[in-house]
T-cell receptor, first 116, second 113 residues
């Protein structure tokens, strides 16, 4: 138990569906991240939020839309996805950005997404 | 951006010491080196972090030579439960530029009885 929870753990959706992934951290952290992990590919950083403000968007298609209503919650809204978007989506948090050292990221268990 | 290179896979036996080396030739002055462990269907878990020389904690040791172009994660006396993927991560998020944090492909470590 890392203090970061994600729901749902598994999601199957069609290409025309709209769904949302939820992440919650109970660690009092100020930075939150979305990663995508496809089979046989490295972890890809998608979005970073610091104090509820988006500070990074790594050229992610607009069919992925993040939302950070407060420092404890992070959402990833999905719409019109493609089969190649099927992957494990991981949420992480860290104490803060701009921290010189010991900025360990705590990961949630991930949401296994399948797009049909 | 500092890219990392690790062996794709390694095998070892219970009770052995395992050393996984990561190359990061373009490491920047401000970059730290971090290692994570990931079990199947779980998120990565922090193992150790260092900047230079040697760092040791209750789980592992991290050796970083003076030129910092590589680093070695050392796992003493591994057990079956150490079977996982190990990621070497080089980055610096001190200036809120988290895209500098890049996970490599990882090393799949398999421990046999």
């Amino acid at each position: 138990e890392t203090g970061v929870t994600q729901t749902p753990r598994h999601l199957v959706m069609g290409m025309t569906n709209k769904k949302s992934l939820k992440c919650e951290q109970h660690l009092g952290h100020n930075a939150m991240y979305w990663y995508k992990q496809s089979a046989k590919k490295p972890l890809e950083l998608m979005f970073v939020y610091s104090l509820e403000e988006r500070v990074e968007n790594n050229s992610v298609p607009s069919r992925f839309s993040p939302e950070c209503p407060n420092s404890s919650h992070l959402f990833l809204h999905l719409h019109t996805l493609q089969p190649e978007d099927s992957a494990l989506y991981l949420c992480a948090s860290s104490q803060e950005l701009g921290r010189e050292f010991d900025n360990e990221q705590f990961f949630g268990p991930g949401t296994r997404l399948t797009v049909l | 951006l500092a890219k990392t290179t690790q062996p794709i896979s390694m095998d070892s036996y219970e009770g052995q010491e395992v050393n996984i080396t990561c190359s990061h030739n373009n490491i920047a002055t401000n970059d730290y080196i971090t290692w994570y462990q990931q079990f199947p269907s779980q998120g990565p878990r922090f193992i150790i972090q260092g900047y230079k020389t040697k760092v040791t904690n209750e789980v592992a040791s991290l050796f970083i030579p003076a030129d910092r172009k590589s680093s070695t994660l050392s796992l003493p006396r591994v057990s079956l439960s150490d079977t996982a993927v190990y990621y070497c991560l080089v980055g610096d998020d001190r200036y809120s530029s988290a895209s500098k944090i890049i996970f490599g492909s990882g090393t799949r470590l398999s421990i046999r009885p």
